[in-house]
C-alpha cells in the first residue's frame, strides 16, 4: 500500500543533508525504500557512509558525500559530483541544522552564537543556492526546510537558534518567489519534539520544563515524521509553496 501511495517517487533522485543521523537518516531509508536515488550529505563520512550502504543492501540505490553545508566551496563540490553523477536533482531535504548554543544574550560567546545561526540559516541559504540549478535541469523540483517552531515565538536562552531558523524561514519564502517560475517548491517542515541525539543533549527527559513533558505535545521519534516528508515531496508541481507543515502542537 505504502509503495502505490507514494508511488510518484519512484525513480526520482533527492539530495538530504544532515543524512548521518536523525531525520535525515530516517527520510534517506524510507527514500531509498521507495525507488528513489539518495544523495546522503553529512560532515561524517562514517555515518552517511553507513546510511548510503544500507539503502544500497536494502535494494536501493544511494551514494554518499561528506561536505559542510556551512561551507561554500564544499556544497559547491557537492553540486559538481551531483551534476556529474545524476545530471539534476528532484528533491532536496535541507535538514542540517541544530541547536547547539544555548545561552544568554548578554553571555553569550560572539563566535559561538554566530556558528549556530550559521548552522541553521547558511546551511538552508547554500542548500537552495545550489538545489535551484540542479532542480531547473530536471524541469523543477521540491525543496523542503527543516524549520522550528522556535523561529516562529521566543524562548530563552535560545536566541541563537531562533534567530538562524528565522532567517531560513524569510530564505525559503523568497526563493518560493523567485523559484516559482521553474516549478520549484520551497516549503518548511517543523517537527515538533523529536529525540535525536542533539535533542537528547539539550533536554533532559526528567526535566518537567523539557518539551519532552509537555502534555500538550506527541513527543516523536525520527521514523514517525517521515510520513508527512514524503508527502510533502509528493505534492504536484502547482501544489504549496511558502507554506509551513508542521508537526508541532503549540
Known amino acids: ?44 563520512e562514517k555515518t552517511i557512509k553507513e546510511i548510503a550502504s544500507w539503502i544500497k543492501s536494502s535494494g536501493g540505490e544511494a551514494i554518499h558525500f561528506v561536505a559542510d553545508a556551512t561551507n561554500p566551496q564544499q556544497m559547491e563540490a557537492l553540486a559538481k559530483e551531483i551534476k556529474n553523477t545524476y545530471k539534476g536533482i528532484d528533491f532536496s531535504f535541507l535538514n542540517a541544522g541544530g541547536n547547539i548554543q544555548q545561552q544568554t544574550i548578554e553571555n553569550s560567546d560572539l563566535s ?4 549556530a545561526v ?46 538562524g531558523k528565522a532567517a531560513a524561514r524569510m ?14 517548491t520551497v516549503n518548511e517542515f517543523i517537527p515538533g519534539p523529536v529525540k535525536t541525539k542533539q535533542a537528547l543533549i539539550n533536554y533532559s527527559e526528567t526535566d518537567l520544563n523539557s ?10 521519534k525520527p521514523d514517525d515524521v517521515t510520513d508527512l516528508l514524503l508527502t510533502m515531496f509528493s505534492l504536484p508541481g502547482l501544489g504549496p509553496t511558502s507554506q509551513i507543515f508542521s508537526l508541532a502542537r503549540r
Open 171 to 184: 530564505i525559503a519564502n523568497t526563493a518560493s518567489l523567485e523559484l516559482m517560475a521553474d516549478n520549484i
Open 112 to 115: 559561538q552564537w554566530k556558528e
Open 118 to 163: 550559521d548552522l541553521n540559516m547558511m546551511t538552508f541559504f547554500l542548500g537552495v543556492r545550489i538545489s535551484a540549478p540542479l532542480m531547473r535541469m530536471n524541469g523543477g523540483g521540491r525543496i523542503v526546510l527543516t524549520g522550528s517552531a522556535m523561529a516562529h515565538y521566543a524562548s530563552a536562552k535560545n536566541s541563537s537558534y531562533s534567530a
Open 211 to 220: 518539551p519532552f513533558n509537555n502534555p500538550g505535545e506527541w513527543v516523536k
Open 1 to 44: 500500500m505504502e509503495n502505490v501511495l507514494y508511488d510518484s517517487l519512484r525513480g526520482k533522485i533527492a539530495l538530504v543533508t544532515g543524512a548521518g543521523s536523525g531525520i535525515g537518516a530516517a527520510l534517506a531509508k524510507r527514500f531509498g525504500g521507495l525507488g528513489v536515488r539518495v544523495v546522503c550529505v553529512g560532515r561524517t
